[in-house]
């Protein structure tokens, strides 16, 4: 105790009596001299305004010269400082090698202990160099976060709060990621960044959007559109067009859109991508001629076309062409291959799938360790005050530390019951997928065995085998098992809703209570999502649901 007293004055002692480095507005370099640092200053805003790069290289030329005079010896800071601005222009001219390679080095011999706040500028542009993301990026960002607070950097912290309101967006943490938007749109507004504040509204106009404010985000796109913010900014108000045609589906949108790339040689992929929807949208409304127009122009950009997905798109558009000009063998070779990009997509859609479950749950433990974090930096404090306040503070910190042990085991429960849920999803998917896989090769020795390309016998001693390892009542039972010992309640109260239900609708609810959405679900029985949307609608029906009730909470709601 007598220790802990000695401790906790001499810390506030030592506050006291440091006043830290002298920093300069409104990043907040330390200050090395004046012709340095309004150098520093000139290229931070430089940058955010999209200043030309020639005007960038010559302030980096002269604020080098600067350093070198006023650093001395200090070559470590110097190398630091001027890797980090030249990295930042190679990034700009669209250098991302040359760029990764001078942050690289500079980030290698940074000392973060001495020179912190160019340590957490080099990581930051480091990080998004190499595409770091997952629980890693969280856990930086929110370090980088607390840091640029600590220090009065209101330009830095604002794009700690845009960066980790994406990162969380990308997990399907909407409700956060709108708070974290937000929050980095109001520092920007009050010191005066237009064109991130702009930026940055289009991302909370895409959340409001997936979070079912519709008039809010088509408000604040519109907004953009009338504003002087984005003058000359073409690709900007480009994707202002591409996100309100996208949301509300007025042609009127991805006509502009198109005129805003039609004549830019840079911008084949998107080309591709804008005329493979015109195409679809005359084809849909019967006018083939201004659908065969547009898919010619698409087809002709495929080669610039980045995403499988977007390339089954133009294929898909140009065997409609080729179907109307009578080509019907080159529509089926086309169509084919339209397939092949579409697998292809499908592939990446659940490697992405499957990185953002694990990314979701990484971030989950990461912001569950940050406020384990926040309470015990809190205890620490409380633990100075309780030094003043002697008998009370003590007395207080008992009854706290009680509280923290509860939340602490209530949390360690709730992660053992979400542990038992990916195991349940996981027996979920590798049942379904065994199954899916070995029914196709039914299918197919069935096909064979009607072509006559394998005898009977034959056929049905493949069959049989193949039936045998198909999941039977075991691997069903085992499913069952899993889930009631994760939610023992939940079978047996749906039941009790409905009696009759049975055993597809009873699966649905499963998947459905497990937190799967409708793609996930159809993939799992082999479906179109279409399908699981009328199957959502009869299980809707049985439990006698009203138009304003929600199956899904009507589902979690059981347990």
Not at 313 to 329: F, P, Q
Request: contains cysteine; glycine residues 6%; charged residues 30%.
């Amino acid at each position: 105790m007598k220790n802990l007293v000695s401790l906790a004055f001499l810390l506030l002692f030592i506050s006291a009596c440091s006043e830290g480095p002298r920093r300069i507005e409104s990043f907040r370099w330390i200050a090395v001299s004046p012709i340095a640092d309004s150098l520093t200053k000139q290229l931070d805003y430089g940058f955010v305004d999209y200043e030309p790069a020639e005007s960038l290289s010559s302030k980096i030329t002269k604020l080098e010269e600067a350093l070198r005079g006023d650093l001395g010896a200090d070559s470590i800071a110097l190398a630091c400082r001027m890797g980090f601005w030249q990295g930042r222009l190679y990034q700009r001219l669209g250098y991302p090698d040359s760029a990764l390679e001078e942050i690289r080095y500079a980030y290698e011999i940074c000392d973060s202990a001495r020179l912190p706040y160019e340590f957490y500028r080099l990581r930051g542009l480091l990080r998004q160099l190499e595409r770091i993301g997952g629980t890693m990026a969280y856990r930086q960002l929110d370090e980088e976060l607390r840091f640029y607070q600590g220090i009065g950097d209101l330009p830095m912290t604002a794009v700690a709060y845009i960066n980790l309101g994406s990162r969380l967006y990308h997990v399907g943490e909407y409700a956060r990621s709108l708070e974290y938007l937000k929050k980095g749109n109001e520092i920007n507004s009050v010191i005066g960044f237009r064109k991130m504040l702009s930026k940055n509204s289009i991302n909370i106009a895409n959340v409001e959007f997936i979070l079912g404010n519709d008039d809010e985000g088509r408000r604040i796109l519109l907004g953009l559109l009338d504003s002087d913010d984005l003058e000359g900014d073409s690709s900007t108000v480009n994707l202002i067009y591409r996100n309100l045609y996208a949301h509300t589906d007025e042609i009127d949108w991805l006509f502009k859109a198109y005129e805003g790339v039609r004549n830019d040689h840079g911008s084949h992929d998107l080309k591709g991508l804008y005329t493979a929807m015109l195409s679809k949208y005359f084809f849909d409304k019967q006018q083939p001629d201004s659908g065969v127009f547009y898919s010619e122009i698409a087809y002709s950009c495929l080669p610039a076309v980045a995403s499988y997905e977007n390339k089954a798109s133009v294929l898909d558009v140009y065997a409609s062409r080729l179907e109307i000009k009578g080509e019907i063998d080159s529509a089926l070779q086309m169509r084919k291959q339209m397939e092949l990009y579409i697998d292809s997509a499908n592939i990446e859609m659940q490697r992405d799938d499957v990185v953002r479950l694990s990314n979701v749950r990484e971030i989950q433990l990461a912001i569950a360790a940050e406020r384990e974090r926040a309470q015990k930096m809190k205890l620490n404090f409380l633990g100075v005050i309780f030094v003043v306040l002697i008998v009370a503070g003590i007395v207080f910190f008992l009854f706290y530390r009680r509280y923290q042990r509860d939340q602490i085991a209530r949390r360690d429960n709730r992660l053992e019951i979400e542990k038992e849920q990916r195991r349940l999803l996981a027996l979920t998917l590798a049942m379904e997928e065994k199954n899916n896989t070995f029914q196709s090769i039914l299918d197919e020795i069935a096909r064979m065995r009607k072509e006559g390309t394998i005898d009977s016998s034959g056929a049905a001693i493949v069959q049989n085998i193949v039936k045998m390892h198909l999941a039977g009542a075991e691997e069903r039972d085992s499913f069952r098992r899993m889930f009631v010992t994760v939610n023992p309640e939940f079978v047996r109260r749906l039941q009790e809703r409905c009696p009759d239900l049975s055993e597809s609708y009873v699966k649905l609810a499963t998947y459905i209570y497990i937190g799967l959405d409708n793609s996930q679900i159809a993939r799992l029985l082999v479906i179109r999502p279409e399908s699981v949307k009328q199957a959502r609608w009869r299980l809707r029906k049985q439990l006698g649901l009203g138009k304003d009730e929600s199956l899904d909470d009507t589902i979690r709601s059981l347990v």
